[in-house]
Each structure stands twice: as structure tokens, then as C-alpha cells.
């Protein structure tokens, strides 16, 4: 969370520094700032809100410089406040950082009896009274910067600026991304490339540990024992990068619309002769697929969604054991992990933080670790044995949706690939699988075809407070998704439940001002699921039903049924989701909320 923007060049750098800013609301938006050196001091812009809010307020004050650091918050500690907001400075040195200082609490302490000022309730504002407190012990800025992180606990990104030092920008990276962009007489930092692509495709991935300085013309890095080293620059095709709404109201709405396209990426070139390509998991795939004996899934939020029906999957199709966990769960429970377990974590981001702890603590008891990710340029791609990149594009969208169904495809490629290496599924199988994942893209644009009836339906939610949602089988993670949507989008209180469970308790919820939304595809177990909803129906409860039209499911009063088209019960999870994103996006246009940025979150998370 948070997103931290750094520059040094020849020409003015609040225009960069501001549209990095833009580009990295995603990773939180409460509130905004910046600090240039200009004429040998710190001149500092802070807003409460979004970026925009921080451009409106340095346009008006005509702040410019020559080096710069910005940043957007996600908050932590302390309120979405203009005194709360980065960067946080020390006489003349301003600070900007992304992540968690776990010490702060004692360091300020320390600080506060050495006579400093806090002006802030944040974790930050010690890092640069620590860096001024170090120089006032001698020697030169880097010595002291480096002395000071050496006392900090926590993962962090840090951007420092002195006012008597305009030559150069200190970075730090220890547990929070952070890469370097590379220019001609300019150079640049960022927590994402992202935010860097309107001024270089050139980048330097800095590792856990590097310490770096970067001036007009060089980029110094140290490595975490302190040696100096030479990170290699990777250039980026920038046209990949590049996001617009293209007419669309909402990037939730167009990514919604953009998967049958995506789906079409994420199967490109992983199958052949109508089979699942082994080599699309990494050259040790085939073997490691071949000796695990148990799947471990480590995921967050949506991630975890998929990884959980994914679970569905191994075991059914592909015989082969399968756990699913959050990762903040995961990592800090005593595990026991069976023998020849191949560790799966699945990210959009591949930088949250979570997953990224949970692998780390896992990988050396797994056989091996396999990322299903997004980001091919991510943390988490770099640190895992095998990758699988999605490709469903620039998710720009805080409530993930293309994502989780290329999340979806990937795996199950994955548990055809498996099943295939311990012999429970026949190459005759396989190709049958293989052909209804090739059918979804224009299955798909079935589905979104049922979009303006969904929308006159979403009114019906904008005055509800609660919301079930209910599937069975594997539709039950399909149904856990749907109640994320909602309620991260149109902050109306969701629940999943599968619905056998409806009996043991949330029955007593069900009235007529409790709206049960449920996915109803054909298959073994639609019958019990439709005396579920009667379950409902018999408690004036008011239903939505996405059903398989064969299904034999009937609208009457209180029961609204959306026709779905038929479809295999392996890929139905990946088609079911589409209603239920297209559902939360209206209900929440409706609602009037921000769709793409909803209040408190941001699109990666990386901090615990
Ligand atoms: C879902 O809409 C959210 N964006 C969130 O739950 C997200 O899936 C979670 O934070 C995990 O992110 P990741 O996939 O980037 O790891």
C-alpha cells in the first residue's frame, strides 16, 4: 500500500512526480504529497484526498524543483490527514515511505527525549528525525541514512531528500517493491513501473536489501550486506503497460467486458493439439507436477477465491489433495505440510505482502513453489521456483474481476497438467477440458449479453442493507466472490454461505428484506440446491437466481431467475462469476460509490 514517486533530473520534476502519483492510486488514495528541493530548502505539498486534490494545490503555489519525492497514502497510522500525509521531514530532510516501521513506538520515544518535534501520529515521521539525529552524530548523509535504516524494524520502501544534497536521491527497499527507471541525465524511482512509463521503459528491479543512490547521471546500489553490486536494467514494451477506460464509465466495467479477450491471452500458446503445454508452468513442471502427492494454496482476497476453487478442482478432476489457506493466516500458525507438497501461491499483484511472507516461510519445506501472477516483472515471480503468467492485462480496478477468471483458467490448465502427470486424466479427458476452456471467450460474451437486465435488477439492491449469496460445490467460492464484490464496491453487508449450510444458522437472517443471490449451474447437485431455495422462498425471502437454463429453475413472485446458457460443470465457476460482477458494478453505480477506488481499500496490498 501506498505508492512512493522519485525524481532527479535537469528539468523540472513536479509534472512527473504527479502523474507517477496518478498511476499509483491504486495503491492508496486517502491522501497526497510531495517535497522538491528549490533554492537550497524543502518546499512541501500535502492533501488530504486523491491525487488530484495535491496537482490543484502545487499548480496553485507553483511548486517546482529539480529532485522530488511524492507519495500517495494507504493509511496505517493515523487518520487521512494533511499533517499525517508524506512525506514527513526533519529540518531539511523530507522522507517519503511505503510499508510498516514496527518500532516506531520505542525510536520516537528515543527521538522525542533527543528533543525532536512530532507533527504526525504516523510510524514514518521517526525515520527522518532518526536520519537528523545520525547526522548530528557525524559523518556524511549516506553513512547516516544507512545507520538510521539499520535501526528500523518492518518492511519498507523509503525515498529520501536533504536540501543541501540536491545532487542526489537515497532509496531504500526492504520489503516493500521498489524499482529504479532509468533516464538520460534523469533518473527516477517508483513502487511500480506503472508510474514511470510516460518517462522511461528502463528499469532496475532493486532486491530485498538494496540501498541505492541515484543521481542526475548514476545509479548507485548496495546490497543488503552492504557490497556494492550492478542490478541489470530491463527495458519494458511500454505499449503493454498502457490503460485507458476506452469509453468505458468505470475500468471495472471495461475489465469486466475485456475477459472474454483476456481468457483468450491467458490460453494462447499453453495448449497444443488441444493438451495443456506442461512447459507453460516452467521447464521442472512436468516433474514436479509428476512428484507431488499434495497441493498447498497460499492466496488473499480474490486470489484465495480462486485458489479455493481450485481446490474443487485438484480433488475431483485431477485426485490429487489439495489445502487452501489465506496467506495472513498461513504464515503465522504453526503448519505441518504432508510430504512432496508443490506450494501454489496466485496474486494479481505478485507484490502482496501476505503472499509474499507465506511463501517465503513455506518454500524451503515444499518441493517446489508455483506463482499464478498477473505481473510478470513482480516480486513474487521473481522468488517462486515455476511462474505462470496470466496476462490478463493492467487490472486498474480495485475489486478484481479479469484477474480472478485468467486466476481460474491458469488453474485449472494446472490440475489438467497434474492430473495428466499421475494418470488420472486421460489425454481423451484432457482434450474435452481443454475444448470447454477454448469455448469461454465466446461463451462469455453470452454472458455479459445479459447485462441490461442484470442493471434494471440492481436497483432492487440500493436501499438493502444485507445480501446472501449461496452456491454449492465449487460454485461456493464462486458465490465467497460475489459477496467480496458487493460489499468492496457498494459497501452493502454480504455473506456466502454453501447453501446445505443455509439450516444451520443463517436461515434465521431470511426475510423479505434480505436478498438471496444464488448460481444454479446444471449438475449433480442442483436438485439439492433447489431445496435450498425453497428454504428461502418458504421464509419470504427475495431471490435472484443465476441458473442454467435447462435447469428447470421457474421465476414466480419473489424469485427472479437470469437464464444462463448451458455450460460443462468444470469451467461453469469461471461463467457463473460474470453476473455476479456485473451485479455488484450496478449495484454500486446505483449507490453512487467510487467504483474503481472504494473507501479504505487499494489495489495492492503491501503491507500485513
Ligand atoms: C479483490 O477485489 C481485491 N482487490 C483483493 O481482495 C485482492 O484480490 C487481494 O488483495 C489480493 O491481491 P493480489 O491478487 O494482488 O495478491
Same mark, same amino acid.
Given at each position: 500500500?501506498?505508492?512512493?514517486?522519485?525524481?532527479?533530473?535537469?528539468?523540472?520534476?513536479? #509534472?512527473?512526480?504527479?502523474?507517477?502519483?496518478?498511476?499509483?492510486?491504486?495503491?492508496?488514495?486517502?491522501?497526497?504529497?510531495?517535497?522538491?528541493?528549490?533554492?537550497? $530548502?524543502?518546499?512541501?505539498?500535502?492533501?488530504?484526498?486523491?491525487?488530484?486534490?495535491?496537482?490543484?494545490?502545487?499548480?496553485?503555489?507553483?511548486?517546482?524543483?529539480?529532485?522530488?519525492?511524492?507519495?500517495?497514502?494507504?493509511?496505517?497510522?493515523?487518520?487521512?490527514?494533511?499533517?499525517?500525509?508524506?512525506?514527513?521531514?526533519?529540518?531539511?530532510?523530507? @522522507?517519503?515511505?511505503? $510499508?510498516?516501521?514496527?518500532?516506531?513506538?520505542?525510536?520516537?520515544?528515543?527521538?522525542?527525549?533527543?528533543?525532536?518535534?512530532?507533527?504526525?501520529?504516523? *510510524?514514518?515521521? =521517526?525515520?527522518?528525525?532518526?536520519?537528523?539525529?545520525?547526522?548530528?552524530?557525524?559523518?556524511?548523509?549516506?553513512?547516516?541514512?544507512?545507520?538510521?535504516?539499520?535501526?528500523?524494524? $518492518?518492511?519498507?520502501?523509503?525515498?529520501?531528500?536533504?536540501?543541501?544534497?540536491?545532487?542526489?536521491?537515497?532509496?531504500?527497499?526492504?520489503?516493500?517493491?521498489?524499482?529504479?527507471?532509468?533516464?538520460?541525465? #534523469?533518473?527516477?524511482?517508483?513502487?511500480?513501473?506503472? /508510474?514511470?512509463?510516460? =518517462?522511461?521503459?528502463?528499469?532496475?528491479?532493486?532486491?530485498?536489501?538494496?540501498?541505492?543512490?541515484?543521481?542526475?547521471?548514476?545509479?548507485?546500489?548496495?546490497?543488503?550486506?552492504?557490497? =556494492?553490486?550492478?542490478?541489470?536494467?530491463?527495458?519494458?514494451?511500454?505499449?503493454?503497460?498502457?490503460?485507458?477506460?476506452?469509453?468505458?464509465?468505470?475500468?471495472?466495467?471495461?475489465?469486466?467486458?475485456?475477459?472474454? /479477450?483476456?481468457?483468450?491471452?491467458?490460453?494462447?500458446?499453453?495448449?497444443?493439439?488441444?493438451?495443456?503445454?506442461?512447459?507453460?508452468?516452467?521447464?521442472?513442471?512436468?516433474?514436479?507436477?509428476?512428484?507431488?502427492?499434495?497441493?498447498?494454496?497460499?492466496?488473499?482476497?480474490?486470489?484465495?477465491?480462486?485458489?479455493?476453487?481450485?481446490?474443487?478442482?485438484?480433488? /475431483?478432476?485431477?485426485?490429487?489433495?489439495?489445502?487452501?489457506?489465506?496467506?495472513?493466516?498461513?504464515?503465522?500458525?504453526?503448519?505441518?505440510?504432508?510430504?512432496?507438497?508443490?506450494?501454489?501461491?496466485?496474486?494479481?499483484?505478485?507484490?502482496?505482502?501476505?503472499?509474499?511472507?507465506?511463501?517465503?516461510?513455506?518454500?524451503?519445506?515444499?518441493?517446489?513453489?508455483?506463482?499464478?501472477?498477473?505481473?510478470?516483472?513482480?516480486?513474487?515471480?521473481?522468488?517462486? *521456483?515455476?511462474?505462470?503468467?496470466?496476462?490478463?492485462?493492467?487490472?486498474?480496478?480495485?475489486?478484481?474481476?479479469?484477474?480472478?477468471?485468467?486466476?481460474?483458467?491458469?488453474?485449472?490448465?494446472?490440475?489438467?497438467?497434474?492430473?495428466?502427470?499421475?494418470?488420472? @486424466?486421460?489425454?481423451?479427458?484432457?482434450?474435452?477440458?481443454?475444448?470447454?476452456?477454448?469455448?469461454?471467450?465466446?461463451?462469455?460474451?453470452?454472458?455479459?449479453?445479459?447485462?441490461?437486465?442484470?442493471?434494471?435488477?440492481?436497483?432492487?439492491?440500493?436501499?438493502?442493507?444485507?445480501?446472501?449469496?449461496?452456491?454449492?460445490?465449487?460454485?461456493?467460492?464462486?458465490?465467497?466472490?460475489?459477496?467480496?464484490?458487493?460489499?468492496?464496491?457498494?459497501?452493502?453487508?454480504?455473506?456466502?454461505?454453501?447453501?446445505?449450510?443455509?439450516?444451520?444458522?443463517?436461515?434465521?437472517?431470511?426475510?423479505?428484506?434480505?436478498?438471496?443471490?444464488?448460481?444454479?449451474?446444471?449438475? *449433480?447437485?442442483?436438485?439439492?440446491?433447489?431445496?435450498?431455495?425453497?428454504?428461502?422462498?418458504?421464509?419470504?425471502?427475495?431471490?435472484?437466481?443465476?441458473?442454467?437454463?435447462?435447469?428447470?429453475?421457474?421465476?414466480?413472485? $419473489?424469485?427472479?431467475?437470469?437464464?444462463?446458457?448451458?455450460?460443462?460443470?468444470?469451467?461453469?465457476?469461471?461463467?457463473?462469476?460474470?453476473?455476479?460482477?456485473?451485479?455488484?458494478?450496478?449495484?454500486?453505480?446505483?449507490?453512487?460509490? *467510487? @467504483?474503481?477506488?472504494?473507501?479504505?481499500?487499494?489495489?495492492?496490498?503491501?503491507?500485513?
Amino acid at each position: 500500500m501506498c505508492g512512493i514517486v522519485g525524481a532527479i533530473g535537469e528539468r523540472h520534476i513536479t #509534472e512527473v512526480l504527479i502523474e507517477g502519483l496518478r498511476r499509483l492510486e491504486y495503491r492508496g488514495y486517502d491522501s497526497a504529497g510531495l517535497a522538491v528541493i528549490d533554492q537550497g $530548502g524543502i518546499v512541501r505539498e500535502r492533501q488530504p484526498g486523491k491525487v488530484q486534490a495535491l496537482a490543484d494545490a502545487s499548480h496553485a503555489a507553483g511548486i517546482d524543483g529539480y529532485v522530488g519525492i511524492a507519495h500517495t497514502r494507504w493509511a496505517t497510522h493515523g487518520a487521512p490527514t494533511q499533517d499525517n500525509a508524506h512525506p514527513h521531514q526533519s529540518g531539511d530532510i523530507a @522522507v517519503v515511505h511505503n $510499508g510498516i516501521i514496527e518500532n516506531y513506538e520505542a525510536l520516537r520515544e528515543r527521538l522525542q527525549g533527543e528533543g525532536f518535534v512530532f507533527t504526525s501520529q504516523t *510510524d514514518t515521521e =521517526v525515520v527522518p528525525h532518526l536520519i537528523q539525529s545520525e547526522l548530528r552524530k557525524g559523518g556524511d548523509f549516506i553513512d547516516a541514512v544507512k545507520r538510521a535504516v539499520a535501526q528500523l524494524h $518492518g518492511a519498507f520502501a523509503l525515498g529520501i531528500i536533504r536540501a543541501c544534497e540536491p545532487e542526489r536521491l537515497i532509496a531504500v527497499r526492504q520489503g516493500s517493491p521498489l524499482v529504479v527507471g532509468l533516464g538520460i541525465g #534523469e533518473n527516477f524511482l517508483s513502487s511500480d513501473q506503472l /508510474a514511470l512509463l510516460p =518517462v522511461t521503459n528502463r528499469f532496475i528491479y532493486l532486491e530485498e536489501g538494496d540501498f541505492v543512490v541515484l543521481t542526475r547521471q548514476k545509479v548507485s546500489v548496495w546490497d543488503r550486506n552492504g557490497d =556494492v553490486v550492478k542490478r541489470p536494467a530491463v527495458e519494458l514494451d511500454a505499449t503493454l503497460h498502457a490503460s485507458t477506460k476506452g469509453g468505458y464509465k468505470h475500468y471495472m466495467l471495461k475489465e469486466i467486458y475485456e475477459q472474454p /479477450a483476456a481468457i483468450q491471452r491467458t490460453l494462447n500458446g499453453r495448449v497444443s493439439q488441444g493438451r495443456v503445454a506442461l512447459d507453460a508452468f516452467g521447464p521442472q513442471a512436468a516433474e514436479l507436477l509428476a512428484k507431488a502427492r499434495h497441493i498447498q494454496i497460499l492466496a488473499c482476497g480474490t486470489s484465495y477465491h480462486a485458489g479455493f476453487v481450485a481446490k474443487y478442482w485438484f480433488e /475431483a478432476i485431477a485426485g490429487i489433495s489439495c489445502h487452501v489457506e489465506v496467506a495472513s493466516e498461513f504464515r503465522y500458525r504453526t503448519t505441518v505440510l504432508p510430504p512432496d507438497t508443490l506450494l501454489v501461491t496466485i496474486s494479481q499483484s505478485g507484490e502482496t505482502a501476505d503472499t509474499l511472507a507465506a511463501l517465503r516461510e513455506v518454500k524451503a519445506r515444499a518441493i517446489g513453489s508455483l506463482c499464478i501472477c498477473n505481473v510478470p516483472t513482480s516480486t513474487l515471480v521473481r522468488e517462486s *521456483d515455476m511462474a505462470f503468467i496470466t496476462h490478463a492485462g493492467p487490472e486498474i480496478g480495485v475489486a478484481s474481476t479479469k484477474a480472478f477468471t485468467t486466476q481460474l483458467v491458469a488453474l485449472l490448465l494446472l490440475v489438467l497438467a497434474a492430473g495428466r502427470q499421475h494418470g488420472n @486424466v486421460s489425454a481423451d479427458r484432457e482434450r474435452e477440458i481443454v475444448a470447454q476452456l477454448n469455448q469461454l471467450p465466446n461463451l462469455l460474451e453470452t454472458v455479459l449479453a445479459l447485462d441490461p437486465q442484470i442493471e434494471r435488477i440492481a436497483e432492487r439492491f440500493g436501499e438493502k442493507h444485507h445480501t446472501l449469496f449461496l452456491g454449492r460445490g465449487a460454485q461456493y467460492p464462486v458465490a465467497m466472490e460475489g459477496a467480496l464484490k458487493l460489499k468492496e464496491i457498494s459497501y452493502i453487508h454480504a455473506e456466502a454461505y454453501p447453501a446445505g449450510e443455509l439450516k444451520h444458522g443463517p436461515l434465521a437472517l431470511v426475510d423479505n428484506d434480505m436478498p438471496v443471490v444464488a448460481v444454479a449451474p446444471k449438475n *449433480d447437485l442442483i436438485d439439492k440446491l433447489k431445496s435450498n431455495l425453497q428454504e428461502v422462498r418458504a421464509r419470504a425471502g427475495e431471490l435472484y437466481v443465476f441458473a442454467d437454463r435447462n435447469a428447470d429453475v421457474r421465476p414466480e413472485p $419473489g424469485l427472479t431467475v437470469f437464464p444462463m446458457p448451458g455450460v460443462a460443470d468444470e469451467v461453469a465457476p469461471i461463467v457463473y462469476t460474470i453476473p455476479l460482477q456485473l451485479l455488484s458494478y450496478h449495484v454500486a453505480v446505483i449507490k453512487g460509490t *467510487d @467504483v474503481d477506488q472504494p473507501r479504505n481499500l487499494a489495489k495492492s496490498v503491501t503491507v500485513e
